[in-house]
């Protein structure tokens, strides 16, 4: 932004503390969109489901009703953010808006496994504490019955986030049942022990649910489906569209998705 030329069009987030930084630094002429605060592109009578998100866009160019598959309050901001780029450079809003209709969403990334069962399964690559946080905050805005998550964490990798993604987890859900990632070349076992301090704490923070542990990822996603009840939420994160396991240094065929559908269908027989 800072290397804009003063007749660019910067564009940038009124809602985030470095998104108005940005607007100080660039010489650019400068556009900002919010949910939350004044803005040159703010959204408005915000409506967030299953189903995706629906607004009022206000604009430059004026007022525009918008309505998008893709599910949570970050992606507002992310419409917000095309639709400033595409006036910037000249495109009518109504193509905008038919546009942003026709988004698709990015596999692996809350995408919904639906097998006719009662209750919603999505899965999604959360693999972060911060990416973690914000599935379930978008969960805790378009759910109807419990959270039920099934996470865990990549072996050879950050120990760190273990205990916070847990601390997360068992914060916004009802049901956490932690289990393997990625392992890789390091012990099962030993990583869902240094997870399972952040979860108690998490529970203890928020005064209710319980966590159950299954080291091997398809029981734990089985048990998590066995459990959800008519409106319940499932959520099965880390690995999204990743359609392997790393266990020690071999890949093993893994989907979630896969194996979200045959535990569902299992319920049926």
């Not at 900002?32 to 206000?58: H, K, M, N, Q, Y």
């Not at 099934?150 to 289990?179: E, H, I, L, N, W």
């Not at 398809?218 to 099965?236: N, S, T, Y």
């Not at 999204?240 to 896969?258: A, M, S």
Request: with cysteine; proline share 6%.
């Amino acid at each position: 932004f800072t290397v804009l030329a003063p007749e660019a069009r910067a564009i940038a987030n009124g809602d985030d503390p470095y998104g108005k930084r940005v607007i100080e630094a660039t010489r650019a002429r400068a556009w900002t969109f919010a949910i939350d605060g004044p803005a040159d592109l703010r959204a408005e009578d915000v409506r967030v489901s299953l189903s995706g998100v629906r607004f009022t866009a206000r604009t430059p160019a004026g007022p525009v009703a918008l309505r998008s598959p893709l599910v949570g309050r970050h992606n507002v901001h992310n419409i917000l953010a095309a639709v400033g780029v595409g006036l910037a450079q000249g495109v009518p809003l109504e193509a905008i808006a038919a546009g942003v209709a026709a988004l698709k969403n990015v596999p692996g990334r809350f995408e919904q496994v639906d097998a006719g069962q009662p209750f919603t399964v999505v899965v999604d690559y959360a693999h972060t504490e911060d990416a973690l946080y914000r599935l379930l905050t978008t969960a805790q805005k378009v759910r109807t019955g419990r959270i039920i998550t099934v996470f865990g964490c990549g072996g050879d990798r950050d120990r760190g986030k273990r205990p916070k993604m847990g601390q997360v987890a068992a914060r916004y859900s009802d049901v956490v049942v932690v289990t393997s990632d990625n392992p890789r070349t390091e012990d099962p076992d030993a990583i869902i022990r240094e997870i399972l301090p952040g979860v108690e704490s998490g529970l203890r923070e928020a005064g209710r649910g319980r966590y159950l542990v299954h080291a091997d990822r398809r029981a734990a996603i089985a048990e998590a489906i066995g459990l959800a009840q008519p409106g319940d939420l499932v959520l099965i994160a880390g690995k999204g569209h990743e359609d392997y396991q790393i266990i020690g240094k071999e890949k093993h065929p893994f989907d979630d998705r896969v194996v979200a559908r045959e535990a569902i269908k299992a319920l049926a027989r």
